[in-house]
């Protein structure tokens, strides 16, 4: 009988070298597995591969050695533990996530929940080719948010009280972008918010509080790690809303469906279409 290799890479399942031998590819978002889930992994690669996993580098497990004949008991052991197999080829590709606010002190984004939400929204839909999401908390950037097709980073809008101040100098020392001059002996402070980049340092690092702010998602897009390297580029302002952060995401999505050809990523749509032409598109949304 002819095996339909494409529509079991299709469910998460990829050939190794070894005859009819799988590395089968189980569904992860934002890395989470309870120790339930991997005990249940633990059974199936003992029993059904060589006895260990692969961890990926988008925080998924993959299990080789599977044998093609006994594909269906797998899943159905797996399933039974509360593990889903993922997905491969042109579609969305595992969500990755950092731990974000929920648990980490330097988070400002609940990433594992948006994560999640994303997940339900797109995960697995079918693309001209694969097209990756990430969050990442903050703008330490543990998850590198703009090596992803669409990248989420935590950041936030600082906003400046004079009647707190007291012209230390500290903020405009921990500035990456030297968005911030304070003459300490005119006791005059200076922000350009044109040059902020969203990250919050002299919000933590002001010992009078003078320095406050407003949580939001700052977005890249058009990242790429592979065959090519791109960086994911910024050209929205930091949003706040999170229904519009889906908008977002839907118009890029849209666009991609619209003017990719077959196996082209996202980076090298934008590059040939217009990145101007885009972002036209995304800046109707706001």
Request: aromatic residues 10%; charged residues 30%.
């Amino acid at each position: 009988m002819a095996v339909d290799y494409k529509a079991l890479k299709k469910g998460g399942l990829m050939r190794q070298r070894q005859k009819d031998c799988f590395s089968m590819r189980l569904k992860s978002v934002g890395g989470h597995f309870t120790a339930g889930q991997l005990a249940t992994v633990q059974q199936v690669a003992e029993k059904y591969g060589k006895g260990y996993v692969h961890l990926t580098s988008r925080q998924g497990i993959e299990i080789p050695y599977i044998k093609l004949q006994e594909i269906d008991e797998v899943k159905e052991v797996l399933k039974k533990g509360g593990v889903e197999v993922g997905v491969c080829g042109p579609r969305v590709r595992t969500i990755t996530a950092c731990q974000g606010a929920a648990t980490c002190p330097s988070g400002l984004i609940d990433t594992v929940k948006l994560a999640n939400e994303f997940d339900r929204r797109y995960g697995g839909k079918e693309l001209p080719h694969k097209f990756k999401f990430g969050f990442t908390g903050c703008h330490n950037n543990c998850l590198k948010a703009e090596e992803n097709d669409l990248g989420v980073k935590g950041g936030v809008l600082p906003k400046w009280e004079a009647a707190s101040c007291m012209y230390c100098g500290v903020c405009e020392a921990v500035c990456p972008e030297k968005a911030i001059r304070v003459d300490k002996e005119k006791k005059a402070l200076a922000f350009d918010q044109e040059s902020c980049v969203y990250c919050g340092k002299c919000i933590k690092s002001c010992p009078t509080d003078a320095w406050t702010g407003e949580n939001g998602f700052v977005i890249s897009f058009g990242g790429l790690y592979g065959n090519r390297i791109a960086i994911g580029r910024h050209f929205l302002p930091i949003v706040f809303d999170e229904a519009k952060v889906y908008e977002i995401v839907d118009v890029t999505l849209k666009f991609f469906e619209e003017n990719a050809k077959p196996s082209e990523r996202f980076a090298n749509c934008l590059d040939r279409v217009g990145w101007d032409v885009f972002e036209k598109r995304v800046e109707e949304v706001l």
